[in-house]
């Protein structure tokens, strides 16, 4: 458990650490709003790229070695990218999030495979230790860049990414854990499941209408999550607070979203339908980002916390991925799709974001855009929450039959 923790600690820090030391980073380099919406679009890319082919190297070396090197990249990587200049900070970053890519979608499979009538728990108590890491990032990088510069407040988070694959190599070599003995153990406790040495087909996920919606809710949970880390303290200090402050805001938004992170997924495992969570945590979101387009500097701190509460939805749809399959093989599988056609989607966020906020000249229409897109997520989470589980393709073949 220790190591699952703090693999996930460090899967967001190396992110939330550029937002508040963006407008240091502008102006050594001279990058425009639009590119440096295109840096926080670059995880989103590579997300979706590097993330499908998780399932595929799981099979073939076992999800926790996997996750080990995939960490192990991450940390190398965000030392690397604050070693030169615009080009190597793009390149590190890309590199970073092919690691945080494999992670990403490899924890739910390890958590459906180790703890599989605790899904609900264990995927809040390692989305807990997530947004902690996200919000520890996003509260010291400033005071660092302050005191060290830049490269060091967003290096140093190179450094503790390094620290967890250690533990996590030291942890899952004494557990026998790592390789293939992950599939092992899921055949032997249920034989009725897939290993995870047999793949389910694509085609059979394009069929099935709930992978679809839990793609597009954790496509676009997604934008706003990428466009808060990315963009929100640069909205704070348009509104009159200093860089200090609005890295606290960020902080202060990311620690209002632990306790739900923890919460909702064990709460809504409890029951067969969870559109309660998925659709009342996107109300709170746009909630927040209405009051953000209105009043942005008069209710901050309750607009940084509302925005929070809603990020819920991303632990939610994490443990949705196993809680709406039968087994290790097919969460594998739909966290693989769904996180890849979902950050697909959530590209277009910050990028996006950045370039009509060139465009305009303010916030206006960047987040009225936003709100667009959360009401789509109204809609997904509609689908995404109802008490269907989707079958394995056996289970289809002989329904089909």
């Not at 590579?46 to 996997?66: D, I």
């Not at 807990?128 to 830049?150: K, Q, Y």
């Not at 496509?219 to 860089?243: K, R």
């Not at 009225?368 to 008490?387: D, I, N, S, W």
Request: charged fraction near 10%; proline fraction near 5%; glycine fraction near 12%.
């Amino acid at each position: 458990m220790l190591a699952i923790l703090l693999a996930a600690f460090n899967l967001r820090a190396g992110i939330s650490s550029i937002g508040p030391v963006l407008v240091q980073v502008r102006a050594d380099t001279g990058l425009s709003s639009t590119l440096a919406g295109l840096i926080t679009s670059i995880p989103l890319v590579c997300f979706a790229v590097v993330g499908v082919s998780a399932p595929a190297l799981a099979r073939r070396f076992g999800a926790e070695t996997v996750i080990g090197w995939s960490a192990g990249l991450l940390g190398v990587a965000l030392l690397a990218r604050v070693t030169g200049g615009t080009a190597t900070l793009l390149a590190g970053t890309l590199l970073a999030c092919a690691g945080i890519a494999l992670v990403n979608v490899l924890l739910p499979v390890v958590v459906k495979t180790h703890f599989p009538t605790r899904i609900g728990v264990i995927t809040g108590v390692y989305t807990a230790a997530l947004a902690a890491g996200s919000a520890t990032a996003a509260a010291v990088s400033a005071p660092l860049a302050d005191l060290f510069g830049w490269q060091a407040a967003l290096g140093a988070w190179g450094v503790l990414a390094l620290v967890g694959t250690a533990v996590w190599v030291v942890v899952m070599r004494s557990r026998g854990g790592l390789g293939a003995a992950t599939v092992d153990r899921a055949s032997a406790a249920d034989s009725s499941e897939s290993s995870l040495s047999r793949g389910t087909p694509l085609s059979h996920l394009v069929r099935q209408p709930m992978v679809w919606a839990l793609a597009v809710f954790f496509g676009t949970q997604a934008v706003l999550a990428y466009v808060q880390m990315g963009w929100l303290p640069t909205i704070f200090s348009d509104a009159g607070f200093s860089a200090g402050e609005s890295g606290l805001l960020l902080s202060v938004s990311i620690v209002a979203g632990v306790p739900v992170a923890f919460l909702a997924p064990a709460l809504a495992a409890r029951r067969a339908d969870q559109r309660p969570w998925t659709v009342g945590l996107t109300l709170v979101s746009i909630s927040g980002v209405t009051g953000l387009l209105l009043a942005p500097a008069q209710g901050a701190w309750l607009w940084a916390v509302m925005l929070g509460v809603g990020s819920g939805t991303f632990p939610l749809v994490l443990s949705l991925f196993g809680l709406k399959t039968r087994s290790p093989s097919s969460t594998a599988a739909v966290s693989a799709f769904g996180q890849s056609v979902g950050y697909l989607i959530a590209a277009v966020g910050p990028f996006g974001f950045g370039l009509l906020h060139d465009a305009e000249g303010g916030w206006s229409l960047p987040l009225a855009g936003v709100l667009g897109v959360l009401f789509v997520q109204v809609l997904a989470g509609a689908v995404a929450g109802r008490p269907v589980i989707i079958p394995d393709p056996a289970d289809a073949a002989i329904s089909s039959a």
